[in-house]
């Protein structure tokens, strides 16, 4: 009699040692939004209550999963846990005829016993977890894996000012008078948008909703900055599924425009951090991956991307022993954010208000969140030495502070 294969439960297992779990942890989240079924512990906390884990976790590495993925760490080489996973993902690989385990090394000097250096892998030095995670679905796409994703809009919707908006539609007709800047046709509508049956709006309407929603608490119409204020009351008053859409709209709206183009340079981020107050908020952590994996194309443009762990934004200042002191040296990371200025160069991330006046570290600090949208407890600026709070510094003739930014 002819035997049926059993389905795999998990489309990838991810192996890794306990002290990489926060870079782990955003990459299982990333996955999960890109409808990978994951097997990671924190997902499986009820499902693995009281059983022989020795005996589970050999059955999962082994035989439940499409891939293995393997975080290879110096810690990672010495756990007992992390050794008795290997050594089962790695049963399996011995018997397939292609790859299985997909190696993801923090440190590419650390030798796994039985996975051989010709082996190929990722090395994870500078690649975001949004990046690894692009990568897996990719591989499990080219693997034959469908994937159905926690959110699908379409072109339409993204690209707002292509969304069909027919005579007699209640909705369209709310979106019309949003888009108007009229406060007297705006806050009408938006008093509406907000008392809709959401059981009568789609997953694209509700999208857009949230897109002119944000559009005009960016233009001050009293009510949508009042929701903004309250975000996360206002939310829980809507069903949790249209919610997310809204949310995902209103982020979609901070840094795509009206034809779906990322604003380059142009973010509008007025009100993105009365939007991030759902930041780590559980319920809305999809939400955060569905912008976070939207805009990983565009993240070397951005110093700063909202994520479900709120990200500080660390700009290290040195300064010129000078009369007056000069500002020698601004980075984040490996990147330098002072620029010679020429004749042909875009205005576009400039922070041309520093250019030509002295200012404070405080000063500094305050420009450089409003310029780049940056919350201003997630930036810090980390001057080389101790600097007195009122001391002015100046930038060198010819020079300005910009991002996007070179390595």
């Given amino acids: 009699m002819e035997t049926t294969e059993v389905p795999k439960k998990f489309h990838v297992a991810l192996s890794f040692a306990g002290e990489d779990r926060v870079y782990v942890d955003a990459v299982a989240k990333a996955l999960q939004a890109?409808?990978?079924?994951?097997?990671?512990?924190?997902f499986e906390e009820v499902d693995l209550w009281g059983k022989d884990l020795y005996t589970h976790l050999s059955?999962?590495?082994?035989?439940?999963?499409?891939?293995?993925?393997?975080?290879?760490?110096?810690?990672?080489?010495?756990?007992?846990?992390?050794?008795?996973?290997r050594k089962s993902a790695q049963a399996r690989a011995f018997t397939e005829s292609r790859e299985y385990i997909l190696p993801a090394f923090f440190d590419e000097s650390v030798e796994v016993p039985g996975l051989l250096k010709t082996t190929g892998h990722i090395a994870l030095a500078g690649r975001s977890p949004a990046a690894l995670a692009e990568l897996i679905t990719k591989k499990l796409r080219k693997a034959g894996v469908r994937l159905k994703q926690a959110f699908s809009y379409s072109d339409e919707a993204k690209a707002d000012v292509d969304f069909p908006l027919k005579?007699?539609?209640?909705?369209?007709?709310?979106i019309k008078a949003m888009k108007t800047y009229n406060w007297y046709q705006q806050n009408p509508a938006v008093v509406a948008v907000l008392e809709l049956d959401w059981g009568k709006v789609s997953a694209d309407e509700a999208f857009v909703l949230g897109r002119n929603l944000y559009q005009c608490a960016c233009g001050n119409e009293n009510r949508a900055v009042a929701f903004l204020d309250k975000l996360r009351q206002e939310l829980a008053s809507i069903p949790i599924e249209r919610a997310l859409d809204m949310l995902n709209g209103m982020f979609f709206e901070v840094y795509f425009n009206a034809a779906g183009e990322f604003r380059s340079g142009k973010i509008k981020g007025r009100c993105l951090e009365k939007l991030l107050a759902i930041q780590t908020v559980k319920k809305y952590e999809p939400a955060m991956l569905f912008i976070q994996r939207t805009l990983e194309p565009y993240r070397d443009e951005l110093p700063f991307v909202p994520?479900?762990?709120?990200?500080?934004?660390?700009?290290?200042l040195s300064v010129k022993r000078s009369a007056p002191p000069l500002v020698k040296a601004l980075t984040i990371g490996e990147r330098s954010l002072l620029s010679e200025d020429k004749d042909n160069d875009s205005p576009d991330g400039r922070v041309w208000r520093l250019s030509f006046r002295g200012f404070t570290v405080k000063e500094l600090k305050a420009?450089?969140?409003?310029?780049?949208?940056?919350?201003?407890?997630?930036?810090?600026?980390?001057?080389?030495?101790?600097?007195?709070?009122?001391?002015?510094?100046?930038?060198?003739?010819?020079?300005?502070?910009?991002?996007?930014?070179?390595?």
């Avoid at 890109?34 to 924190?42: A, Q």
């Avoid at 310029?371 to 060198?396: G, M, N, V, Y």
């Fill in 307 to 316: 994520s479900t762990a709120p990200q500080e934004v660390v700009v290290e």
């Fill in 167 to 174: 005579n007699g539609n209640k909705i369209a007709g709310l």
């Fill in 367 to 407: 420009q450089l969140a409003d310029e780049w949208s940056i919350p201003l407890d997630l930036l810090t600026i980390a001057p080389d030495r101790k600097l007195d709070p009122k001391l002015e510094l100046e930038l060198p003739d010819g020079v300005s502070i910009r991002w996007p930014a070179h390595k």
């Fill in 34 to 42: 890109e409808g990978v079924d994951v097997f990671y512990d924190k």
């Fill in 59 to 85: 059955d999962v590495y082994q035989n439940r999963a499409v891939f293995t993925v393997m975080f290879v760490s110096d810690a990672y080489r010495k756990k007992l846990w992390t050794n008795h996973e």
